[in-house]
């Protein structure tokens, strides 16, 4: 490169380095920002869209206008009250909450399940809304983009009428759920500012961290939980417990339990129907139709694509899930192109790396099964035995499973073929009668324990340590007689 032409790229370097220099509105300082306010606003935009199509916007109207005033008042007391805020509360029973850039708030209805009062979703609304007025996102994609070395950094500068258009595909969209260290400690800070400044009192951030660290880490439906995406909250505690004794005051001390608890009552805890319910070792699912009793004791998770069952502290697990794309099954004397659901069953093992030690055909509940043992080696566990039926239903082929360590099979094969055996269709009259759970209140009574209280709803499978949980306990804290707690009912 020519001296001329090196000075002229220095130049403009410089002038574009410049350029892309902003003031930040918490901080007051000057800072690198490859991210105007019109992009993040764009890019928010952008994957709002895309989160209400994936997630789903819960179905309250009156919650949702309710979150959504509550985060308002914080947002016009903020350091960017001109943003176009909105809150929303999506349908999922993760226990999160995140924001996107240009004021784009989402809190998932699980959280909401956990919250004690308005002074704890204050914390939670103000806590997000900092990541926004910090530029918390801008400063991550701007340091992502630096570490890209050379040239690859101007094309950030060159105008364009869709720059983000392949956001999906970037990763950025992971990038703004997931912060630093430092960053969490700030808007923490500032989730403390923002609610006392709109009179909510300020020890409630502390509290729902609190009540957050005691939360095990969850993943469902690829929502990541809190203890995913906000790095170790207990160890903020201690951090926001000071800060939030520096705005205390007359002005800031709103609770408001009892409206909060009135608004959250009846909200879907737990699974939705469109996914099918857990209750107890039960699985239900009303829509397709089918039901499975896991091994009792065996914790049941319900995922998109499959339900997981594991024998606590085991490498014992089972698994049901419906077969992509099954081949054509011959029923009767079968059609042209059909194969039987024996060869079919064995294919699919097969293809899925396992070897056929022995099997048969059979009726499950009135259903064409094939069940068979196999041999393979899982993910994790290493060499294990499987017991798998796939069972037809119409067009739709599904698997239900279990396996353990070679050495362990035989222990469990037992239960695991009792729980294959209780696959069963749903009759369109019980389909119907099944509802998902829903928050509800008690008051206590004399020798009642978060255990007792627990065994009385036990299909909902909310145990003890849950219970204390969602109301802001530790579990071995039991309530007190008149005390009004949060449990799970049969939804109606």
């Given at each position: 490169?020519?001296?001329?032409?090196?000075?002229?790229?220095?130049?403009?370097?410089?002038?574009?380095?410049?350029?892309?220099?902003?003031?930040?509105?918490?901080t007051g300082k000057r800072q690198m920002s490859l991210l105007s306010e019109a992009e993040e606003l764009a890019i928010g935009q952008q994957q709002d869209a895309e989160i209400r199509r994936e997630m789903g916007v819960y179905d309250d109207p009156e919650l949702q206008r309710y979150v959504n005033d509550i985060g308002q008042q914080l947002a016009r007391v903020s350091h960017r009250p001109n943003l176009p805020w909105t809150f929303t509360v999506v349908d999922s029973p993760a226990i999160n909450a995140f924001a996107l850039p240009g004021g784009y708030i989402y809190l998932t209805r699980g959280i909401l399940a956990y919250l004690?009062?308005?002074?704890?979703?204050?914390?939670?609304?103000?806590?997000?809304?900092?990541h926004v007025t910090a530029r918390h996102a801008a400063q991550a994609y701007t340091r992502q983009a630096q570490a890209g070395i050379g040239l690859a950094i101007l094309s950030i500068f060159v105008p364009s009428t869709a720059p983000f258009a392949d956001l999906g595909a970037t990763g950025l969209s992971v990038l703004f759920l997931r912060h630093g260290r430092e960053a969490e400690l700030e808007a923490d800070r500032l989730g403390v500012e923002y609610g006392s400044g709109a009179g909510y009192d300020p020890s409630g951030v502390p509290?729902?961290?609190?009540?957050?660290?005691?939360?095990?880490?969850?993943?469902?439906r690829g929502v990541p939980n809190w203890l995913s995406t906000h790095p170790d909250p207990g160890s903020r505690v201690v951090k926001a417990e000071p800060v939030a004794g520096k705005f205390v005051s007359a002005e800031a001390k709103a609770?408001?339990?009892?409206?909060?608890?009135?608004?959250?009552?009846?909200?879907?805890?737990?699974?939705?129907?469109e996914d099918g319910i857990v209750r107890g070792n039960e699985f239900l699912h009303p829509l397709l139709r089918l039901g499975v009793?896991?091994?009792?004791?065996?914790?049941?998770?319900?995922?998109?694509?499959?339900?997981?069952?594991?024998?606590?502290?085991?490498?014992?697990?089972?698994?049901?899930?419906?077969?992509?794309?099954p081949p054509l099954l011959r029923q009767g004397s079968g059609g042209q192109g059909s194969r039987p659901i024996g060869d079919a069953a064995v294919a699919a093992m097969r293809s899925a790396g396992y070897t056929v030690v022995d099997g048969r055909v059979d009726q499950i509940n009135g259903h064409d099964a094939h069940i068979g043992l196999y041999r393979g080696n899982a993910k994790d566990v290493g060499k294990v035995l499987m017991r798998a039926a796939h069972i037809a239903i119409g067009r739709q082929l599904y698997v239900v499973a279990g396996f353990a360590p070679e050495n362990e099979f035989e222990q469990v094969d037992k239960d695991i073929l009792s729980a294959v055996?209780?696959?069963r269709q749903l009759s369109a009259a019980e389909a119907s009668r099944i509802?998902?759970?829903?928050?509800?209140?008690?008051?206590?009574?004399?020798?009642?324990?978060?255990q007792s209280i627990a065994a009385r709803q036990g299909r909902n499978f909310v145990n003890a340590a849950t219970l204390a949980i969602m109301n802001d306990r530790?579990?071995?804290?039991?309530?007190?007689?008149?005390?009004?707690?949060?449990?799970?009912?049969?939804?109606?």
């Open positions: 490169m020519k001296k001329g032409t090196c000075f002229l790229f220095l130049l403009l370097l410089t002038a574009c380095v410049n350029a892309a220099c902003a003031t930040n509105p918490v004690d009062d308005e002074s704890e979703l204050s914390g939670v609304l103000g806590h997000e809304i900092g509290r729902f961290l609190a009540t957050l660290a005691r939360v095990d880490a969850l993943s469902e609770l408001n339990r009892d409206q909060y608890l009135a608004r959250i009552t009846g909200l879907v805890f737990g699974d939705r129907l009793k896991f091994p009792e004791g065996w914790e049941l998770t319900n995922t998109p694509s499959a339900v997981l069952a594991q024998e606590p502290g085991t490498d014992h697990f089972m698994v049901l899930q419906e077969v992509e794309n055996q209780t696959f509802q998902p759970n829903r928050i509800d209140f008690y008051v206590v009574k004399a020798g009642d324990s978060w530790e579990v071995n804290v039991q309530p007190q007689p008149g005390d009004r707690i949060k449990i799970v009912v049969e939804g109606h």
